[in-house]
Structure formats: C-alpha cells, structure tokens
C-alpha cells in the first residue's frame, strides 16, 4: 500500500480493485468521483487548486460527457465550479441526487429472463 505524503496529512492509496484517482468502483470510461476526499484532496496537491466536475470527466469521451453534463445540468450543478454538490442541503435531496447520478443509469439494461412459474 502505497502512502502519498502531503505535510501534515498523508493518503492511504486505494484498494487495487478501486480507481486510484477517486479511490471508487467505477469504469474506467466514467468520469471519477470529484465527492469523494481522496479525489478532493489528492487533486488538490497534484494541481494546486480544487477540483471541478470538468476535472473528473476530462478523460471521457464527447458521449460520456454529455451525458453527465445533461445530468448534471438537472441538478443545477455548475460543472467549471468548485462547489461539486451544487449546493445540496437535506439528506433528501442527498438521495434524489445519487438516484439520478447513479451510474446504472447510463449503462444499457439487459432484459432479464421472465421466471418461470412453478
């Protein structure tokens, strides 16, 4: 395990399974996870500023973008600002904005098999 020094605080790197940028699960064609601490701040020691949700998606592809931005955009999240919550409040609002960020919601649905009745 790897430990990135950073003064007076120092970062764990993430589990090999996990993205080592975000230290979450996520495909690699998804934009990484600018809420997390380990982004926030491991982002912010590499480029000397805080991190935007333009940051986390600079390595997808136009689609990908697009489709987060669209989403993004539903939640009045401004995507070149350093405020990544878009100023969410309630636990409530906390639970409407993962439902709709939630990444299943870009991939495609296999039809699932109809069960058999017995």
Known sequence: ??????????????????????AI?????????????????NFLIKHK?????????????????????????KLNIDVSSTNITGNIKSEQEVRDRDSIMNLSLFAKRKASPAREKT
């Open 1 to 22: 395990m790897d430990i990135i020094n950073c003064g007076p605080l120092e970062l764990l790197s993430p589990p090999k399974d996990c993205c080592q940028e975000c």
């Open 25 to 41: 699960k996520h495909h690699p064609s998804q934009p990484h996870n600018p809420r997390t601490f380990y982004y926030q701040y």
């Open 49 to 73: 500023r805080p991190a935007t949700w333009a940051d986390a998606m600079a390595h997808c592809n136009q689609q990908v973008k697009d489709k987060w931005l669209s989403k993004l955009k």
